[in-house]
């Protein structure tokens, strides 16, 4: 689990900003859910067989006995409050969500035990339409953030009738090649067969490539759902890939699967993904609900900003108060009046030498510097220009600073 400094966080707070602004103009609004369900929650929803299930969750009993669980993911918290809250049975819903998610995995570039997620669900829509809206949405995100080179892949897992079917096969297959299967591959065979095909292990690539096709064995809606799906992709004119090998780790996935990738982050390279989960509202104790929903990992998309040096949201102040050698009081008030007028201001505390004040100013990355130089005047200093400073009354330093900073920022040359 690792810190977010201060110097990140600006990255983070544009890019929350950005998605939230997206994501209320196609009409989805905010929920918000406890980070720590009942461990039975995400064992019925994930899946008893899956990693996350088996060896990733944080399970603990509380004081009463009961177990519980830091949520390894979103959805399945989701669908929980809309069943209680009565809000999906025959209804429309269009839901988003944010905040940490907690896995023990292995640490490395853009996946930590901690991690935090972006997550959007739909219900109450069973065609391939709603299915485009979320893929359209997602790469309108990127196309906000200002980032490039992202590749969409999709595929279709079908109906669980038709995946059954499939999975006899596919295990039959790779039983025959059970000696090219790495340690993790072997154990799934009997739990898991399909997370087979997502292995990353270069040595099995041969022996995945092989692999019987899901989509020889779809059933004639889910065939039908997968048509309509690239039909409404191709007019929109959205490029993707179709990738029968792609799978999801999660159960209750049926029908639409897509991810967005890149090569920017070494093995992590999954910035998005989600799919259909028609069968888990009525699994978890609702009526039949079709949904689909995607998350999108903040670490792995922040740091692909950061790579493209996308600018961040600004957070230093804008204007810093020197008290010199007045009293703290008058620079505290002056700050206040700055901040009345809209401001960011950082005002100095704990004293020392005019010298290393405005030392500090500079490092702030405030734009000007206001030196108190007696209880009724003040000079004002461009830090960041080559120019003298210019003295004037305490009483119209609000306004002369407001004036400026607007006259800059309406400059697009100003940093």
């Not at 899946?47 to 993911?73: A, C």
């Amino acid at each position: 689990m690792n810190d977010l400094l201060p110097e990140v966080v600006a990255h983070w707070q544009r890019t929350e900003a950005i998605a939230r602004d997206v994501l209320h103009a196609y009409g989805y609004r905010e929920i918000r859910l406890p980070v720590v369900e009942r461990t039975e929650l995400f064992a019925r929803s994930i899946g008893q067989h899956t990693d996350i299930v088996e060896k990733e969750m944080y399970t603990f009993e509380d004081r009463n006995g009961e177990r519980l669980t830091l949520r390894p993911e979103g959805t399945a918290g989701c669908v929980r409050a809309g069943i209680e809250s009565g809000l999906l049975h025959n209804q429309i819903q269009r839901w988003w969500y944010a905040g940490p998610m907690f896995r023990h995995e292995r640490p490395q570039k853009g996946r930590y035990r901690q991690f935090h997620q972006i997550g959007v669900e739909t219900f109450g829509v069973p065609g391939p339409d709603i299915d485009v809206e979320l893929i359209l949405l997602s790469a309108r995100l990127w196309q906000a953030l200002g980032l490039g080179g992202l590749r969409l892949e999709v595929n279709t897992l079908g109906t669980p009738a038709a995946r059954a079917a499939y999975r006899t096969n596919l295990v039959d297959y790779l039983r025959s090649r059970v000696g090219e299967l790495d340690e993790d591959s072997r154990r799934r065979l009997d739990t898991n067969p399909l997370r087979v095909l997502d292995s990353k292990n270069r040595e099995m690539q041969d022996v995945i490539r092989a692999a019987p096709s899901l989509l020889d064995y779809l059933d004639e809606a889910s065939r039908a759902h997968f048509d309509g799906l690239q039909e409404l992709l191709n007019r929109a004119g959205l490029s993707y890939v179709v990738n029968p090998r792609l799978v999801r780790g999660l159960d209750y996935y049926t029908r639409t699967v897509f991810e967005w990738l890149t090569d920017r982050l070494g093995a992590q390279s999954a910035v998005c993904a989600g799919g259909r989960y028609d069968g888990l509202v009525e699994l978890l104790g609702g009526k039949p609900t079709p949904a689909i929903g995607f998350a999108v990992g903040l670490e792995r998309l922040v740091e692909l900003l950061v790579q493209t040096a996308a600018r961040a949201t600004d957070n230093a102040p804008q204007v810093y108060v020197v008290p010199q050698a007045q009293a703290p009081a008058a620079a505290l008030v002056l700050a206040e009046a700055l901040r009345d007028r809209g401001l960011r201001v950082e005002c100095h505390c704990g004293g020392g030498s005019l010298k290393s004040q405005l030392k500090r100013a500079d490092n702030s990355g405030a734009r000007y510097a206001v030196l108190l130089e007696d209880a009724d005047r003040v000079a004002v200093k461009d830090l960041r220009a080559n120019e003298g400073q210019r003295t004037m009354a305490l009483a119209d330093a609000a306004e002369y600073l407001a004036k400026q900073l607007a006259k800059q920022l309406a400059n697009p040359a100003y940093r």
